[in-house]
Nanobody, 116 residues
């Protein structure tokens, strides 16, 4: 079955960096777009970044553009989110996502807290 397993969250300092990883299994990873979402307490889940199946096309939410970079390694079935210049408002649970046959699949999420 489809599995998405995130890792790499934790406590980050304002202005610092964190790198998230998501390992996928149960589907042909190289055929699918991948996405990172986040959900802060009391807020709706929001789309942060999208990467095409080959990695040649990416899109970002305005709030993270220029600070976050999504990438993927199809040989390792892994998608990454490099987060630089962290801000307190980046604090959220971050989720890896893909869509198969119109069904959304999610990882368990990884907590990112940005605080001094």
């Amino acid at each position: 079955q489809v599995q998405l397993v995130e890792s790499g969250g934790g406590l980050g300092q304002p202005g610092g960096s964190l790198r998230l990883s998501c390992v996928a299994s149960g589907f042909t990873f190289s055929n699918k777009y991948m996405r990172w979402y986040r959900q802060a307490p009391g807020k709706e889940r929001e789309l942060v970044a999208t990467i095409s199946n080959g990695g040649g096309s990416t899109n970002y939410a305005d709030s993270v553009k220029g600070r976050f970079t999504i990438s993927r390694d199809n040989a390792k079935n892994t998608v990454y989110l490099q987060m630089n210049s962290l801000k307190p408002e980046d604090t959220a649970v971050y989720y890896c996502n893909t869509r198969l046959n119109s069904i959304d699949y999610w990882g368990q999420g990884t907590q990112v807290t940005v605080s001094s």
